[in-house]
């Protein structure tokens, strides 16, 4: 009879310890909100750090929004170009002359809350010459647009990254060189990214966390390609990697050793893992969160070369891909 209650209560408790291990996984993260969002250009930031990008001399709408009636935002430029304020939280921002890194801070005066952009200041795309940018090798870009999509357009100008900024936050749990090219070259290198894939990868971040996958950053396998790197390992010709619109990724936390984590826990660290990881993010796309990220999600098992991973990019339209059949058909 003691057996029969013992086996009882291991059964009941076994739910509870699935569940208070989960939310134990995700207490210790945090998402480094502040308390308010910015609007730069056309994204809204919500997040205490962030990066951001312009090309030299250009004017930018800096506007903080407002959860209480009675905030107060000051703007400091810490010697980094140019604000003229322009009404209550919204300032007019000229970005220096000189490509490179620079940081404007604006803070709610009552609460202190802060949010600081990290501004990189771009080399502009027409200084490549030869298909080279100040030395470093990208290649051409497509000159035509694919399925006549503005997307595809060329660059706006290149992050110049040195090893004094490489490790510039470009969002709370990111890092400037998570998303270099793998090409071989010395410093300074250079990168394209996009603002919007860096919030998708906060966003998802989050998420996984609160599934109780223990998660400080993601693994970025590939971030940033060139158009010469991207055709050397024979990828498509308008891969989204090429605009810093796109990201393979997976979670590497226990063990720390480079590859996908055993998401599944069973014992391997195989195409299930990836899988585990693949369907989180296809839950999130019927969320009303989820509809600024649409984009691309692909998943890619183990190889030879690479562990297992997936893909994710924000094209603006639905594209699902995988290495099974049934996969392919979502």
């Not at 903080?64 to 209550?88: E, I, P, V």
């Not at 870009?141 to 936050?169: A, C, M, S, W």
């Amino acid at each position: 009879m003691r057996t029969r209650r013992l086996v009882l209560c291991l059964i009941i408790a076994l739910p509870i310890l699935s569940i208070t291990s989960a939310e134990s996984e995700s207490a210790g993260f945090d998402p480094q909100k502040s308390g308010f969002s910015l609007k730069f250009g056309g994204e809204e930031i919500p997040y205490r750090v962030f990066g951001v990008y312009t090309l030299p001399n250009e004017w930018v709408t800096i506007r903080a929004l407002s959860r209480q009636k009675n905030d107060r935002f000051t703007l400091a430029g810490h010697g980094a170009g140019k604000a003229t304020r322009k009404g209550s939280g919204t300032w007019m921002w000229k970005a220096p002359p000189e490509p490179g890194s620079y940081s404007v801070e604006v803070t709610e005066t009552h609460s202190g809350s802060i949010i600081r952009l990290n501004v990189f200041v771009l080399v502009p795309y027409g200084c490549m010459v030869d298909g080279c940018v100040e030395g470093y090798r990208v290649g051409n870009y497509p000159e035509k647009f694919y399925r006549n999509n503005t997307i595809y357009d060329k660059p706006r100008g290149f992050v110049r990254v040195t090893q004094e900024n490489r490790h510039t936050l470009v969002a709370p749990h990111f890092r400037l060189e998570q998303f270099l090219c793998k090409q071989q070259s010395g410093y300074p290198k250079y990168v394209v990214l996009k603002e919007k894939l860096l919030l998708k990868l906060e966003y998802l971040l989050e998420e996984v966390n609160g599934r109780g996958y223990r998660a400080n950053t993601f693994h970025v396998m590939s971030g940033y390609r060139t158009p010469v790197y991207n055709k050397s390992v024979g990828n498509v010709r308008y891969s989204r990697h090429l605009w810093g619109a796109a990201a393979d990724i997976f979670i590497d936390e226990k063990p720390k050793d480079g590859v996908m984590d055993d998401l599944n826990k069973d014992g391997k660290c195989d195409f299930e893992d990836s899988l585990v990881l693949y369907e989180l993010v296809d839950s999130l796309q019927s969320t009303s969160e989820y509809k600024p990220f649409v984009g691309g999600l692909g998943v890619y098992g183990r190889t030879s070369a690479h562990g297992p991973f997936i893909h994710v990019d924000i094209r603006g339209s639905l594209a699902r891909w995988g290495s099974t059949p049934s996969l392919a058909q979502k």
